[in-house]
């Protein structure tokens, strides 16, 4: 006997909660990681600085101050763009569930344009359809059974549109073929749409990048700290601060995984396809 829909619903919630908190586990010790590895880098950076200094006359000092603001003005550059970045793409990913909920739910509405003997199978193929496409993104992180359920789509997808073009040469009329073709085309290039902004992410050797410039910064700044008491204030202060953003950033990146999620607006698509009942 199947399991009620409920029952399922709330199983496939809990494991995307628990998918979401590993997900979180894993970019939180990746920010811990980098948050100790900057507090090494000062305090190492410091002690070479001291030694320095020790070595040098009574009285003289260095002053590197431009080359150190470069770097760091280079760390916050690189942190403002790949921030703002995933920001980006996370408004888009939410625009562009927005989008598709507009887009089933016009081409299922212009199907009443169609021939009334066409419509039911129609209807029933559409409901599959928004099933398959609400799997493929209730799956994550499972990629395999994510891409069944992309693949299954597709072959809904190529369904729909040969029993919509079917019924169209059943209707000479040509409004209809423009206003019903016209919306299936539509629905399906929104597909590959979401499908490319759910995998366009920055290359790894950025994120490599901003965590090597954070190292060399903490590096730096540790030298320039040398022969004066230590703060734990601006120490702790400056690594937790660059490793926060740096776990916001990830975060934010991937919203299908994180604490910082996309899910929320999907529920159109849910309401979507409640009103196909």
Not at 13 to 42: C, H, N, P, T, Y
Not at 80 to 102: D, I, K, M, Q
Not at 155 to 169: M, T
């Amino acid at each position: 006997m199947p399991a009620e829909p409920r029952v399922v619903d709330q199983f496939s919630s809990r494991l995307v909660e628990e998918a979401a908190m590993s997900f979180a586990l894993s970019i939180s010790l990746v920010a811990v990681g980098l948050f100790a590895a900057m507090l090494l880098a000062l305090e190492l950076g410091r002690r070479i600085g001291t030694r320095r200094l020790a070595a040098l006359p009574p009285g003289t000092s260095w002053e590197i101050g431009t080359l150190d603001g470069a770097v760091f003005a280079l760390l916050g550059l690189l942190i403002a763009f790949t921030f703002s970045g995933a920001v980006t793409r996370f408004e888009a990913r939410r625009h562009l569930v927005v989008e598709e909920t507009n887009a089933i739910g016009t081409a299922y509405l212009r199907l009443d344009l169609l021939p009334v003997a066409a419509q039911p199978a129609l209807r029933d193929a559409f409901r599959r359809y928004l099933d398959a496409r609400l799997e493929v993104y209730r799956s994550l992180p499972d990629l395999v059974a994510a891409k069944q359920a992309l693949a299954r789509s597709v072959q809904i997808q190529g369904e729909i549109w040969r029993g919509a073009v079917a019924a169209c040469r059943a209707d000479p009329t040509s409004s209809t073929t423009i206003l019903v073709l016209g919306a299936l085309n539509a629905m399906i290039d929104i597909t590959t749409a979401r499908t490319m902004v759910a995998e366009n992410h920055p290359p790894a050797v950025i994120f490599a990048m901003l965590f090597g410039l954070a190292l060399a910064s903490a590096l730096l700044a540790g030298h320039g700290m040398a022969g004066r008491p230590r703060s734990w204030i601006h120490v702790i202060g400056f690594a937790a601060a660059i490793a926060t953003a740096a776990f916001v950033t990830l975060d934010i990146e991937f919203p299908r995984l994180g604490l910082i999620r996309v899910d929320s607006f999907d529920r159109a698509l849910i309401e979507l396809r409640s009103g196909m009942q």
